[in-house]
């Protein structure tokens, strides 16, 4: 099984800054990763694709780069929206996995 | 649109079955894959089990294999997933997510979740 690892697990920033979050897998994924957005009493939102392919409808403020087993998710100006808890998944191999989640909270 | 909708959900004993159903609508269904994903009470995501649209690949987290069943029916487009043998922690939010490409399996639409109590 691939386990994803992501960090921090807490990232508290203001609306604005800059948010950087990272993705480790335990093996090489190839480009098979995804990101999503999940806010509370919501379902997760399909947010990067292919590692760096944004969804249809995602804002340009969010990016995805890396190959192998890292990655990261920038956001670019954090906006009040943004504020939520993001989580990576790999779709190299079966069992699909996710990462634990990154909560982007308001400082 | 694509419309994914989950229900069979509810407050079942241990040791109780239950089968979720997802019905869909916006898309091809029978061309996408579906899966089923769950998530316990505030903890993080957990995939369950994936369904080819042919209905014939078919996979499980095996945490849950040999309690699970996955089933599709592509003439009602409606996915299934049957749950046996349920403990305290099967409990939380199952939803029901379709794969963002014919060929790939990450989710780009999510069902609002069938929330699956396990208590006595």
């Known amino acids: 099984e691939i386990v994803l690892t992501q960090s921090p697990a807490t990232l508290s920033l203001s609306p604005g800054e800059r948010a950087t979050l990272s993705c480790r897998a335990s093996?090489?994924?190839?480009?098979?990763l995804a990101w999503y957005q999940q806010k509370p009493g919501q379902a997760p939102r399909l947010l990067i694709h292919?590692?760096?392919s944004r969804a249809t409808g995602i804002p340009d403020r969010f990016s995805g780069s890396g190959s192998g087993a890292d990655f990261t998710l920038t956001i670019s100006r954090l906006e009040p929206e943004d504020f939520a808890v993001y989580y990576c998944q790999q779709y190299d191999a079966s069992p699909l996995t996710f990462g634990g989640g990154t909560k982007v909270e308001i400082k | 649109d694509v419309q994914l909708l989950e229900s069979g959900g509810g407050l079942v004993q241990p040791g109780e079955s239950l089968t979720l159903s997802c019905v869909a609508s916006g898309f091809s269904f029978k061309d996408y894959a579906m899966s089923w994903v769950r998530q316990a009470p505030g903890k993080g995501l957990e995939w369950v089990s994936t369904?080819?649209?042919?209905?014939?690949?078919?996979n499980y987290a095996d945490s849950l294999k040999g309690r699970i069943t996955i089933s599709r029916d592509n003439s009602r487009k409606t996915v299934y997933l049957e749950m046996k043998s349920l403990r305290a922690d099967d409990t939380g939010l199952y939803y029901c997510?379709?794969?963002?490409?014919?060929?790939?399996?990450?989710?780009?639409?999510w069902g609002g979740g069938s929330l699956v109590i396990v208590s006595s």
């Open positions: 997510a379709k794969a963002s490409t014919y060929v790939t399996n990450d989710f780009d639409h």
């Open positions: 292919d590692a760096s």
């Open positions: 369904i080819r649209g042919n209905g014939v690949t078919i």
């Open positions: 093996q090489s994924v190839i480009r098979y």
